[in-house]
């Protein structure tokens, strides 16, 4: 096994409660130094929750109302595909909407949006 990373001669200790309030934090609020990130909210969020789950903190620290709030917040972001045409309505026109809006999903203000 491997000894613990040194700074300046001293051994560096591994603070589980500063962590995971460090990613609480990320969930909460972006800190001002990262408003410029805001169009990657999604993958700070992936990030703090992940973080979170790796220190085994995740059930812990997010209640179910906070667990839903961010479900939901997920699939608000997120930017499907146009549906298919319902019967009885006009489908030439659903297909232009359809030809314009293609490959234009994923999630808004991500790198992974289509448009």
């Given at each position: 096994?491997?000894?613990?990373?040194?700074?300046?001669?001293?051994?560096?200790?591994f603070?589980?409660k500063?962590?995971?309030?460090?990613?609480?934090m990320h969930?909460?609020?972006?800190?001002e130094d990262?408003e410029?990130?805001?169009?990657?909210?999604?993958m700070i969020?992936?990030?703090?929750?992940?973080?979170?789950?790796?220190?085994g903190?995740?059930?812990?620290?997010?209640?179910?109302?906070?667990?839903?709030?961010?479900i939901?917040?997920?699939?608000?972001?997120?930017?499907?595909?146009?549906?298919?045409p319902?019967?009885?309505?006009?489908?030439?026109?659903?297909?232009?909407?359809?030809s314009?809006e293609q490959?234009?999903?994923?999630?808004?203000?991500?790198?992974?949006?289509?448009?």
């Open positions: 096994p491997s000894s613990p990373p040194k700074s300046e001669g001293k051994c560096i200790e603070n589980r500063i962590h995971i309030g460090y990613f609480l969930l909460k609020m972006l800190p990262y410029g990130f805001d169009t990657k909210r999604m969020l992936y990030l703090a929750l992940s973080g979170l789950d790796v220190l903190a995740l059930d812990k620290h997010i209640n179910k109302k906070m667990r839903e709030r961010t939901k917040w997920i699939y608000a972001m997120q930017k499907t595909p146009p549906t298919a319902s019967e009885g309505k006009n489908q030439s026109n659903t297909s232009k909407i359809q314009k490959g234009h999903y994923g999630f808004r203000g991500g790198s992974s949006y289509g448009g």
